[in-house]
């Protein structure tokens, strides 16, 4: 089969390796699209620690079941899935409690699709008995495309995130960082019953695409200030919610001070690790009584319900794909994606 395999930083080799043979309890899915994550590129430009040898990288990924192993039930041949990329223990604190993006195992080996296993950029990828096991495999129905379901992964943080802030009907949005994932919580956060949402973007490419996804008003704090532009939109309040899509600490820092008292701001977006140390003065969060939390990847039921809010229309997934490419295109996609005026670009293999 075809695959892109890395083998280091800007080294991303398309290569015909043998297709997976498949074991006892395994499923093999031919991969039909492979949507390109912010990771990817990170890791095409830096590598990643957990990747250590020449792996394939992708890690969100949609398909149709091609062949099973001896003793598979509940999944046939022509099943059309969702690969969940986060290999969870099942034993641990965390699993035990549901949040298998928190499991221990995965965490300490960053074992997942893309990253521990081969990922979805070739044209097949296993999924082992014990994957297969934990509910990796997401069934979806044939009114969404593929490229729509393998958009279903990010999503699925996004929603992650929206349900950890507590989005809810009548909160007022604050939305930081118009990419892709950003424009996904502009959506998600008009499911959940958000009466307003706002977006601040200072690349105006990004901030034209921010309107398609339904924000009431989009914000470039390169040609106005954002904090008067915010408490303007809000009776002089701010935001219930600041949403922080951005890789960014300074937007962090900006966000504690912009929210509304009582409010949640949510630090979505990892921060680059040489500019890690966010400033918070400990009075504003005292007296405004904030919550501030994080969000880190999503488990099998965000995955599903962003499918199922997909499937039935509630949110559009097709507005943010902009581009499909052959598996052949996708090194010279990496090195070019983020000049591009591109929401997800999606491989089909
Ligand atoms: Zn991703
Ligand atoms: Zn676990």
Avoid at 61 to 73: L, P, Y
Avoid at 77 to 97: K, T
Avoid at 115 to 144: D, Q, T
């Amino acid at each position: 089969m075809q695959a892109a395999v890395f083998y280091g930083p800007l080294n991303l080799r398309i290569e015909e390796r043998p297709t997976p043979r498949v074991g006892k309890g395994d499923v093999l899915v031919k991969v039909e699209a492979c949507a390109i994550c912010g990771t990817d590129i990170r890791i095409f430009h830096f590598g990643h620690r957990a990747i250590t040898g020449p792996q394939i990288l992708g890690h969100e990924i949609a398909g149709v079941i091609a062949e099973k192993g001896e003793g598979v039930e509940g999944y046939e041949v022509g099943d059309r899935v969702v690969v969940d990329p986060i290999v969870s223990c099942g034993q641990c604190f965390f699993c035990q409690r549901g949040l298998t993006n928190l499991c221990l195992v995965f965490k300490e080996k960053t074992e997942a699709f893309g990253y521990y296993y081969p990922g979805g950029f070739a044209e097949y990828v296993l999924v082992p008995e014990k994957a297969v096991r934990r509910g990796n495999l997401i069934k979806f129905p044939e009114n969404l495309s593929f490229e729509e379901a393998a958009i279903s992964e990010p999503m699925a943080c996004a929603l992650n995130g929206e349900l950890l802030s507590r989005v809810g009907l009548g909160d007022r949005v604050l939305v930081i960082g118009a990419g892709p994932v950003g424009c996904m919580h502009i959506a998600l956060a008009r499911v959940l019953g958000a009466t307003k949402v706002l977006v601040a973007e200072i690349q105006k490419a990004r901030l034209e695409e921010a309107k398609r996804f339904g924000a009431d008003r989009i914000i470039n704090p390169t040609e106005e200030n954002l904090k008067e532009a915010v408490l303007a939109e809000t009776q002089g309040i701010g935001p219930d919610v600041v949403i922080v899509a951005a890789s960014s600490r300074k937007a962090q820092e900006e966000a504690i001070e912009l929210a509304a008292p009582r409010g949640r701001v949510n630090f979505f977006g990892g921060l680059p690790k040489d500019d890690r140390l966010v400033t918070v003065d400990g009075n504003t969060v005292h007296y405004k009584e904030l919550f501030i939390h994080g969000t880190s990847g999503a488990t099998a039921s965000h995955i599903r319900t962003c499918l199922e809010l997909m499937s039935t229309g509630r949110i559009d997934g097709r507005a943010y794909i902009s581009k499909v490419i052959p598996l052949e295109e996708l090194p010279k996609m990496l090195e070019e994606i983020q000049k591009g005026p591109y929401l997800k670009v999606v491989v089909k293999p």
